[in-house]
């Protein structure tokens, strides 16, 4: 493939399970439910017929209710989240993502430092705002937009880079590479050469930064300490990788899964317009009805029953958030879309000790960008003539176009 065709986010979409092919996971997902919490599961029936990270096994433990899903994210000791040094350890390094207590406890606490209220109130106002606004300017003035590919894709990944503290003439690279990265079951060569490439880029950075720092998260992980010593450049890079993906991939799907929410349930949509203060309430049901993300993966650390079935030491866990978010005995009409719903704790951010670390920004973010479509689109709606848009996937989820009309500006 020439690589000035090359787009690595088609690549990555084409390549994830289900995606483009499965619409509505949630059928199956409530009749395994049905018949228990623990199902024994082959992975090609799971994943179906799509490249898998390496070291998965040819079955796992796939988690399906809200209360059994809660009690593996809670017991760390015995789902150990270790695994994910064999799959994408590999290219991002020795991350949170991989670590069990103790060390999960030190690191996420001196990495919060960078997630202070302070910090999130200056990112709103002097990037995601002015990231936002400068995108939908450029179709405000059309009276028709995709939002995927012009707004919730784009933005993410410009916030991201700016909070890091990458120069704008760097974003598109990063934005490549940080998706290449994740893509290591796709094509493991490319993942290791942009895990090299994403370590080059911060290092030019991080070494500026450690001579004057500035108000970003490379300088705030620079003067970082833990158990009185600095980060050291490695463990740097690792996060940074981490962040990458995490923040720019995920955000970019839960606000396309809320807005199509939305716009596929126009009498929500004009009564948010109405009233902001259902704000809140609205991220929360798009994060239940349609969490980005679907699974995470544990690995049992020693023999354990679930809901009466035995899981053996050693096997891997599928932890099922986005069945836990359709459970029925938690939620009345869980496969409804509903702004107004009773608000209870669901778990698109996952649970417990590794819930996520960026959770307020995504939500911030999130609360910018339907505010200012809300402000700056009047008549915002579905385009009548758009065929069958729809949310698509089965471990990533989002809808892969959102056409879209409103009067022009």
Not at 191 to 215: D, H, I, K, N, T
Request: with cysteine; aromatic share 6%; glycine share 8%.
């Amino acid at each position: 493939m020439a690589e000035a065709a090359y787009d690595p986010f088609e690549e990555f979409n084409r390549a994830q399970a289900g995606m483009g092919r499965v619409r509505n996971p949630y059928t199956r997902l409530a009749e395994l439910r049905r018949r228990g919490a623990v199902h024994k599961i082959s992975v090609r029936e799971l994943f179906g017929n799509v490249p898998l990270a390496p070291g998965m096994p040819d079955e796992i433990y796939s988690i399906v209710s809200h209360e059994a899903v809660a009690r593996v994210l809670l017991d760390g000791e015995t789902f150990s989240s270790s695994g994910y040094a064999r799959s994408m350890g590999l290219v991002m390094g020795h991350t949170i993502l991989e670590m069990d207590e103790p060390e999960h406890g030190r690191y996420r606490g001196l990495l919060q430092k960078a997630f202070t209220k302070r910090a999130l109130d200056r990112w709103e106002h002097e990037l995601v705002r002015p990231v936002v606004n400068g995108l939908i300017d450029r179709f405000a003035g059309r009276g028709r937009a995709d939002l995927v590919r012009e707004l919730t894709f784009p933005f993410p990944v410009s916030v991201i880079a700016g909070m890091i503290g990458l120069d704008e003439a760097d974003h598109r690279d990063f934005h490549r590479l940080a998706v290449e990265l994740i893509s290591i079951a796709i094509d493991p060569m490319r993942g290791f050469r942009a895990s090299q490439a994403l370590r080059e880029l911060f290092a030019r950075v991080l070494a500026e930064r450690r001579r004057a720092p500035r108000e970003d998260l490379i300088s705030v992980l620079a003067q970082a300490e833990l158990d009185g010593t600095r980060l050291d450049d490695e463990a740097i890079y690792a996060f940074l990788r981490l962040l990458a993906p995490a923040g720019a991939e995920t955000t970019y799907r839960s606000s396309s899964n809320l807005m199509f929410g939305l716009l596929t349930h126009p009498d929500q949509l004009e009564a948010l317009r109405a009233d902001r203060g259902l704000m809140s309430a609205a991220i929360e049901e798009g994060l239940r009805w349609e969490c980005p993300l679907m699974a995470i993966m544990r690995t049992a650390t020693r023999d354990v029953e679930i809901d009466g079935t035995p899981i053996p030491a050693g096997s891997t866990v599928n932890v099922n958030l986005g069945a836990a978010n359709r459970d029925e005995t938690r939620y009345e009409n869980p496969d409804a879309f509903d702004i107004r719903r009773p608000q209870k704790t669901h778990m698109a951010f996952a649970f417990g000790a590794h819930r996520c670390l960026g959770m307020h920004l995504a939500r911030m973010e999130t609360s910018v960008v339907l505010n200012a479509l809300l402000d700056r689109l009047p008549g915002l709606r579905l385009d009548p003539a758009a065929e069958d848009v729809h949310i698509t996937g089965l471990t990533f989820r989002s809808p892969l176009e959102l056409p879209v009309l409103f009067e022009p500006a």
